[in-house]
């Protein structure tokens, strides 16, 4: 009697939500995905983060720490660190974004669109700042308003709340030795972030049951209304010409899926949103938007399934 063949395992894909600087939910959460996987399917799982790295939380030094180490640690793994907008504002500040891309006149270039927000953003006006991108100035400024109304918290130094991870390298929020403080490695780590990740032959679990899909992952989304394919080719270029990058910073309009990725049925993933929303093949997975006391969250592919940091799938001490 013939011998019935094993059934093909499928490689796990790991889709992590925006860590903000919070190293105990990021390494609970990898504790929680190995337990979940079990270590052997867990080593050799892909790992995509979404982006957003740093700012609101403590601990954005020790958090890219953690990243940094992830490929001399678990070498069978694959990793792949998408930008944030976040990311793009840090990196902008210390002198990190990549420079193929430069204008004409510098990145002051990108200061016309949102100079009308400078007095209330308060835009940081230190050293070096004339050649700075303006997400940069934006990023290490000192918001008027100290109040952010619509989630009800107080902005922790600049409208991206930076103030965390200036302290995070021991240095006052604004100050222009962050770009002396911030380590070689690190530097590279945020000059090095991919806008998108585009895989083939993605195994998902759907209502028809298993089936394979290419996946392209950016942290907030395509816009719906724009055409996909030069979308693509400026994200895999990494055009810092722009004042904004909408894939990196849109809300509404990069929400739903475009309808070309809906036809051909491809996986859209994005984190971002500070939500967690699963509409047929679009993933959106920030479950905590980079606030405190809620969890950090992560997708498992095939199964779909969530896990947190906050679940008990390990020995906590």
Avoid at 50 to 72: A, E, H, K, Q, W
Avoid at 228 to 246: G, I
Avoid at 276 to 301: C, F, N, T, V
Wanted: aromatic fraction near 8%; glycine fraction near 8%.
């Amino acid at each position: 009697m013939a011998d019935v063949p094993k059934p093909r395992e499928e490689r796990a894909v790991c889709l992590i939500g925006d860590v903000h600087g919070y190293i105990s939910k990021l390494e609970r959460l990898w504790r929680n995905l190995e337990s979940a996987l079990g270590t052997s399917s867990f080593e050799t799982a892909l790992i995509i983060f979404l982006g957003d790295y740093c700012d609101r939380g403590p601990d954005t030094s020790r958090v890219i720490d953690f990243l940094i180490s992830l490929p001399s640690r678990y070498p069978r793994q694959s990793h792949v660190f998408l930008c944030g907008n976040h990311d793009f504002a840090f990196a902008a500040f210390i002198g990190a974004l990549p420079q193929h891309v430069l204008p004409a006149g510098g990145f002051r270039q990108t200061w016309d669109e949102y100079l009308q927000n400078e007095e209330r953003e308060g835009w940081y006006k230190g050293e070096g700042y004339e050649v700075m991108h303006v997400q940069a100035r934006r990023w290490a400024g000192s918001i008027k308003e100290k109040l952010n109304a619509k989630k009800g918290i107080i902005y922790q130094g600049s409208i991206y709340d930076a103030g965390t991870t200036f302290k995070s390298y021991g240095v006052p929020h604004g100050h222009p030795d962050l770009m002396k403080a911030v380590p070689k490695e690190h530097k590279e780590f945020l000059a090095d972030l991919v806008w998108v990740h585009e895989e083939d032959n993605v195994c998902i679990q759907t209502s028809e049951g298993l089936s394979y899909h290419k996946l392209i992952a950016v942290h907030a989304g395509l816009v719906t209304k724009q055409d996909v394919e030069s979308q693509l080719k400026m994200l895999r270029y990494r055009d810092t010409s722009q004042p904004k990058v909408a894939n990196l910073s849109g809300r509404k309009d990069v929400w739903d899926i475009p309808k070309a990725l809906a036809d051909e049925k491809i996986i859209e993933v994005s984190g971002h949103h500070g939500a967690l929303h699963i509409d047929g093949l679009r993933l959106i997975i920030d479950e905590s938007g980079g606030l405190k006391d809620l969890p950090l969250a992560a997708m498992i592919l095939p199964s779909k399934r969530i896990i947190r940091n906050t679940d008990v799938l390990v020995d906590q001490h």
